[in-house]
T-cell receptor, first 112, second 111 residues
C-alpha cells in the first residue's frame, strides 16, 4: 500500500459543484500539504498543516478550503468548482525533522 | 521575483548524453536543496538531497550547490530512456521545512 494515498485518482465535475479530495498517510508525519500542478506553472502550494490544530494558507488558497481531521488525514475542498481549477492535485507529507516530502499519486480534476 | 526560478523548457537529448539542469533562487536563508523526479502520471519522488554548498554524487547523478551565486545544478551522465521525466528543484530554509519548488524541466532521452 502507498504511504500517501489520494482519493479519487480522477474526477470530472460540473461548474458550481462542491467537491472534496481526500488524503491519508501512514508515515506518521505531522506536516501535510496540498499542491496543484499546472503545465508551465509547476507545483503551487494551496494549504498546509503542521499538526491537527494548525491550518495555513499557501500562495493560491482562494476558492479552496481544507480540514485536518486527524494526523493521518488532510482533505481539500472546492466549495464551488470553476473551470480554472482544472489541474493535477497532490497531497504531500513531511516529518518534523526531515526535509524530504513524500507525495501521493495525484488527483486529476476536471471542471466542466 | 519568485523564490525559485527554473526554466521549464523541455529538453530532448540522445541516449548517452549528459543532461544538465539548473535552478536559481533569491532567498539566502535556503540551506537544504533537493531534486525531485516525476514520471508521467506519478507524484514527485526525491532524487538528490544536499545540505548547504558543495557537490553530491549518486551513481550517474551529481547535484551541485553554489550558495554564493544562489545556483544549483543537476547533472545526469550516460542518460538512459528511463531518465525521461520531469525534474523539479526544491529548497527550504533551516527551521522552516516548507519547500519552495521550481517549475520543473521535462527531460526526454531519445534511444
Amino acid at each position: 500500500d502507498a504511504d500517501v494515498t489520494q482519493t479519487p485518482r480522477n474526477r470530472i465535475t460540473k461548474t458550481g459543484k462542491r467537491i472534496m479530495l481526500e488524503c491519508s498517510q501512514t508515515k506518521g508525519h505531522d506536516r501535510m500539504y496540498w499542491y496543484r500542478q499546472d503545465p508551465g506553472l509547476g507545483l503551487r502550494l494551496i494549504y498546509y498543516s503542521f499538526d491537527v490544530k494548525d491550518i495555513n494558507k499557501g500562495e493560491i488558497s482562494d476558492g479552496y478550503s481544507v480540514s485536518r481531521q486527524a494526523q493521518a488525514k488532510f482533505s481539500l475542498s472546492l466549495e464551488s468548482a470553476i473551470p480554472n481549477q482544472t489541474a493535477l492535485y497532490f497531497c504531500a507529507t513531511q516529518g518534523h525533522k526531515n526535509t524530504e516530502a513524500f507525495f501521493g499519486q495525484g488527483t486529476r480534476l476536471t471542471v466542466v | 521575483q519568485k523564490e525559485v526560478e527554473q526554466d521549464p523548457g523541455p529538453l530532448s537529448v540522445p541516449e548517452g548524453a549528459i543532461v544538465s539542469l539548473n535552478c536559481t533562487y533569491s532567498n539566502s536563508a535556503f540551506q537544504y536543496f533537493m531534486w525531485y523526479r516525476q514520471y508521467s502520471r506519478k507524484g514527485p519522488e526525491l532524487l538528490m538531497y544536499t545540505y548547504s554548498s558543495g557537490n553530491k554524487e549518486d551513481g550517474r547523478f551529481t547535484a551541485q550547490v553554489d550558495k554564493s551565486s544562489k545556483y544549483i545544478s543537476l547533472f545526469i551522465r550516460d542518460s538512459q530512456p528511463s531518465d525521461s521525466a520531469t525534474y523539479l528543484c526544491a529548497m527550504s530554509a533551516l527551521g522552516n521545512n516548507r519547500l519552495a519548488f521550481g517549475k520543473g524541466n521535462q527531460v526526454v532521452v531519445i534511444p
